[in-house]
């Protein structure tokens, strides 16, 4: 680390050198959250974080408990050069949706106890909104969410923890199916997760944006950033045949989630509560399905 004068008559301040932009946010939330105030510094030998002199041994305490705390699983990988973390836990999602479809094309009452009847739904089937997730029309339309979702689900999970990102976006695809039952009334039929494959991308908008306002002080950083969100989703998610609603709520509802969770990180990427998370995907798909089944 190197010392670096504040301005005159300020104190004095240090310099603590990061591996990439994301590192370097992570860490400035990790010491904001413990009172240190910090800043970060894009010089030409890299990412620094900037903090009180007085507060250096305090920072580097805190840093290395955190590092030692959460450590890359084995299943996580950096892309390189660019701060983001690929979780291929993502996979076992795609193995599951991959189940799904065979065993529903072997037996066709999954479909219908699982697919998004709107009438159903609003005579009280509300769990036909989680369910409709884990169905896919044909083999076409199961390739192209897992094409698109495995690496936007990585990412999310990777930024957000496994567990915590997972469960983010399969919210953000409930409400997606929620906010097109709402628009498009009882006669709404539809099936499939892009609406959670959208939520991912609108949690990763959310990221973008977050980490746009903390490294760069101009505000026009964090409206590309939006702007490429919005971008990929028209690329993505807004063919006219495709299910605009459930697409745009989706999207809509991971940016909103995003938003929530990236001012803490630090708790969404810890162990106990990306376990927790999880569980909670799992206990919600479990019984959803239950009920569809019984």
Do not use: K
Not at 40 to 49: D, F, K, N, T
Not at 96 to 102: D, E, G, K, N, R
Not at 251 to 260: C, D, H, Q, T
């Amino acid at each position: 680390m190197t010392h670096t004068p504040a301005d005159p008559g300020t104190e004095s301040w240090s310099e603590l050198p990061a591996a990439s932009a994301a590192q370097a946010m992570d860490w400035s939330l990790v010491l904001l959250s413990q009172g240190i105030e910090c800043v970060i510094v894009h010089a030409p030998e890299g990412w620094r974080l900037r903090v009180p002199a007085a507060s250096l041994s305090t920072a580097q305490t805190v840093l290395a408990r955190y590092e030692a705390e959460n450590r890359p699983r084995p299943w996580q990988r950096e892309l390189y050069g660019t701060g983001l973390i690929f979780d291929w836990a993502s996979v076992a999602w795609a193995l599951v949706a991959i189940a799904f479809f065979l065993l529903a094309d072997r037996f066709p009452l999954l479909r219908e106890r699982g697919f998004l009847d709107g009438a159903a739904v609003w005579e009280g089937q509300w769990w036909r909104l989680l369910t409709a997730i884990w169905l896919h029309a044909d083999a076409a339309h199961l390739a192209m969410n897992l094409s698109f979702g495995i690496p936007l689900l990585a990412l999310a999970m990777g930024g957000y923890g496994s567990g915590c990102g997972f469960l983010a976006a399969l919210l953000a695809g409930i409400l997606g199916n929620a906010a097109a039952l709402a628009v498009a009334g009882p006669a709404h039929r539809s099936l499939g997760a892009s609406g959670m494959v959208l939520g991912a991308l609108g949690l990763l908008t959310a990221l973008g944006v977050w980490w746009s306002r903390r490294v760069h002080v101009r505000p026009r950083w964090a409206v590309a950033a939006l702007a490429a969100g919005l971008m990929l989703f028209v690329l993505l998610g807004a063919a006219p045949e495709s299910d605009l609603l459930a697409h745009g709520g989706g999207f809509g509802a991971g940016l909103l989630l995003g938003g929530v969770l990236v001012p803490h990180l630090t708790r969404t990427r810890s162990g106990a509560l990306n376990l927790l998370a999880g569980w909670i995907a799992a206990t919600l798909t479990i019984l959803a399905w239950y009920l569809a089944l019984r």
